[in-house]
């Protein structure tokens, strides 16, 4: 029930998405929220909530306060949790979502594309959905994090038309 429930929270919630911060509520939600992780409450309603209703600025704020208080970022501190709790993975990767997106979507590139056989699916969807939005910051990234640029690790991946879409996607000239 609490996998639904963050996940309908942050599809049907309404999300100010100025960039507007209160930093008093930062660090009030910073306190809750490492009370909540201390505790191993990952799935509070509090917790669900902040995250499904506040704006990016104003969560990039609480977990940048998070780190300032307890000298760890967010994500650390969820690292701690039980590897198979899947809702704890759903809360990192949402956390991940909003903070750093760019980072998401690099660990799902490589999982699609280093694995055998390429995970088409999850490839063509990052590709497409994200190439007028940071497709250029997610390359950048896949490059700094795994020492190869993402249009490469892709023509070693693919082949034909699939491989020149993709590269046409990326904004690669030499397809």
């Known amino acids: 029930m609490c996998l639904l429930q963050l996940l309908v929270s942050l599809v049907s919630s309404y999300r100010y998405e100025g960039e507007e911060v209160n930093m008093t509520l930062a660090k009030q939600e910073a306190k809750l929220i ?13 917790f669900i909530r902040i995250l499904s209703t506040r704006s990016k600025a104003q969560i990039n704020a609480t977990f940048n306060r998070y780190q300032d208080n307890h000298g760890e970022e967010i994500l650390k501190s969820l690292e701690e949790g039980d590897e198979d709790d899947k809702f704890l993975g759903l809360l990192r990767s949402t956390i ?7 980072l998401y979507f690099v660990d799902v590139l490589r999982s699609a594309i280093n694995k055998t056989g390429t995970d088409e699916g999850a490839l063509t969807r990052i590709v497409t959905t994200r190439a007028e939005i940071d497709l250029k910051v997610i390359g950048q990234e896949y490059q700094r ?3 190869i640029p993402l249009e490469k690790a892709i023509t070693k991946d693919t082949r034909g038309d699939y491989e020149k879409m993709l590269i046409a996607l990326l904004g690669e000239d030499d397809a």
């Open 96 to 102: 991940q979502c909003l903070t750093r997106p760019e």
């Open 34 to 46: 490492h009370e909540k992780i201390k505790d191993k409450h990952y799935n509070d309603e509090d």
């Open 145 to 147: 994090r795994n020492s």
